[in-house]
């Protein structure tokens, strides 16, 4: 393997930030402590659906330790966030404690603060509230929905091709709603400082997560300071700030303390979001020799009261196979829950259950081959936006995917397959997710102690984002990795995208490749342009920067390290800023198609003398452009399979027709899949640059191995039990009715 610093892009390479997480010492919102710190406790509602009818504080306000008792009455002025502005994206419309109506069920309506974390848990359970409850509506069914339908992508006649097509199916897909888990809990520490803050928070996007706070605060944005130096995952849960974020900061700014609000288990599955129901009709029709001929997803999905949240399910759908009668259409239906919010793969792994799943029975019906349904209705173009892909190996994951797992063994007749006693089902299915470079800055800088820092205001979610930082500084300067100090998770630093859409490598890599580039082109003039400089003089173009150095390109010895030129010039340090053009103004990324593929390929194991279904192996192959850490991306492919067997088996929250209040709202009820239920997993990348994804041509890889992962479960399990699943999670009452009786 070739060793000069350029190949590191692409090598596997250990976390750099991992002593840190494995020592104890990486600093988590909640982490951080400050003297005279006081803790803050929320109070929630009890009913899905009323108005606070009296609350009393009294008795927590005489409780030992208690500081204050903020509510609606008390709280003064909290702002919404300016609607339709990008750069404060909010999680929730409304502002906390905004009025005296509850619409959700742990709904925040009061916070306690006290001086520590017991006294305040103690005194909000004290808090006594009366409410003028009416009924609230829960109904878990969204097809009672008579609402408008958005008209999403179309083309084509559908209602024609599919009336007179030969073998057409209809069929409504459900995914119930999924809370996200990450094992760090949201919380936030605010610390003012006269009129400025700074807030340590659980944020996938700093730089948002300020603006919001300043809009919500009403305070200027230069008074606002956000920062998360590691995250413990978010799954999307932590992309733009939540309500308790701007109560705890008007606690501290009332309170002239520090103040921490770390929000509990119980609340993470009522106040910071979950992935929303998804009811999907698929219309699908074919030829008798299996070419698409029209094809109809209509979508809804559940939304609190007052968000209009659409989970896009139609992303994939328009451009994912070659069919020229399409449309897609969408609608959001209002319930008395929090507010829904992106969850890995937000919009395309629902949406491509449903798509997916349409595929694999139109397969059955064709009486065809799923892999060869596919491979004969791949789109040569974007027929959605009438453009080429920029790189797109759809097919060539399938084909190697099939190639590894064994696909061609497969004997199609339900339950034909035996293993050890048991019954072996094998199902695939394709995925897909969206690619753009975002706008983004980021610096780096050369110091006189030999050391060099980048920096860029995004942050790490856990997917190594400190370590790619590192890889491309060493692949440009040569300095090694010990040398690089990573600097990100501050909204001080220069604009960094979110840690969202799997969109920060692809994105931040390319400003950090520019801005080494022109912090060495300095570094080089510097050396030309100093006194005492063994290059002084010599012309820029004759010289190079290399392992830290700059040379002449014929000489090899005794070339001076950067920090020898930075000492005879008396600098401190020597910086430059490079940008990332975004896709939009992009001209290799303009005007083309922008997406990752994969393939999934499952096989469950069925023992139905016990109705024990496991997920026992999973083939999953990936095109997401170039691969900058192969290790680090593995492991990001490999927990989002693990994710998608929960998704396709276990998750669902269950919220109690009543009071609206999550039955299995703890991590010992919601079910998750564990290292228990983890298959074997066998991940492979296929590693081709994207040309539209800038110098790398990397389109990240957080979000595409969850999608398709469910509807390659569900088809294997039809393919091992006969049952046809279309409502996740698959449980086992529904594979009862197998008749497939013996191993
Ligand atoms: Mo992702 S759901 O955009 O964090």
Known sequence: MSTTPASIIGRPTPRIDGPQKTSGTAQYAADFHFEGIAHAMPVVASVASGRIRTLDTSAAEKMPGVLLVLHHGNIGPLYRTVPG?????????????????????????ALVVAETLEQATAAAAAVRVEYDAVPANLRPGLDDYTGERKKGSERGDFAGAFQDAPVKLDHTYITPIETHNPIELHASVAVWDGDHVTMYETSQGVVNHRVVMAQTLGIPVENVRIVTRFLGSGFGGKLFPWP??????????KLGR?????????????????RPRTEQRLRIAASKDGKLLALKQDYLNVSSILDDYDEGCGE???????????GVTSGIVHRNLGAPMYMRGPGAVPGLYGLESAMNELADELKMDPLKLRLLNEAATDEDKKMPFSSRHFRECLEVGAKKFGW???????????????????????????????????????????????????????TGTYTIFAQVVHAKTG???????????????????MSGGSMVTGSVLNAIAAASTAAMKKMTTLATSTEGSPLKGAKTDDLVFTEGRIRKKEQSAGDPEFADILHLARLNGLSAEGKTQPTWEDPKAKNVSLHSYGAQFVEVEW???????????????????????????????????????????????HYDQRSGQPINGNMADY??????????IDVTFLDYPDPAMGEYGARGVGEIGLAGVAPAITAAVYHATGVRVRELPVRIEDLLESKILEA
């Open 479 to 497: 300095i090694p990795l010990d040398r690089i100090d990573v600097i990100l998770g501050d909204s001080s630093l220069p604009e960094g995208p």
């Open 258 to 274: 520090p103040v921490k609000l770390s929000v509990t288990r119980r609340m993470m599955f009522s106040n910071v979001g979950y």
């Open 607 to 653: 023992e139905p003398d016990i109705a024990r279904l496991r997920v026992s192996r999973v083939v999953t192959v990936i095109d997401a452009g170039r691969i900058i850490n192969p290790k680090a991306a593995a492991n990001q492919i490999a927990g989002a399979v693990v994710m998608g067997v929960g998704m396709g088996l276990l998750e669902e929250t």
């Open 316 to 326: 994939a759908t328009p451009y994912l196979y070659s069919v020229a009668n399409l």
């Open 671 to 680: 079910l998750m899949a564990t290292c228990a239920d983890s298959p074997a």
């Open 85 to 109: 502005d990008d750069n404060a994206t909010n999680s929730e419309v409304r502002a906390a404690f905004e009025d005296e109506v509850v619409r959700h069920w742990g709904q925040y309506i």
């Open 244 to 253: 308790h974020c701007a109560m705890n900061a008007v606690a501290a700014r």
């Open 408 to 462: 061609e063994q497969r004997t199609p007749a339900i339950g034909s397959m035996r293993r050890d006693g048991k019954i072996l089902g094998w199902g695939l299915a394709g995925a897909s997710w969206v690619a753009l470079t975002l706008p983004c800055t980021a610096k780096v800088k050369f110091h006189s102690n030999g050391r060099v820092s980048v920096r860029s205001g995004t942050q790490d979610i856990g």
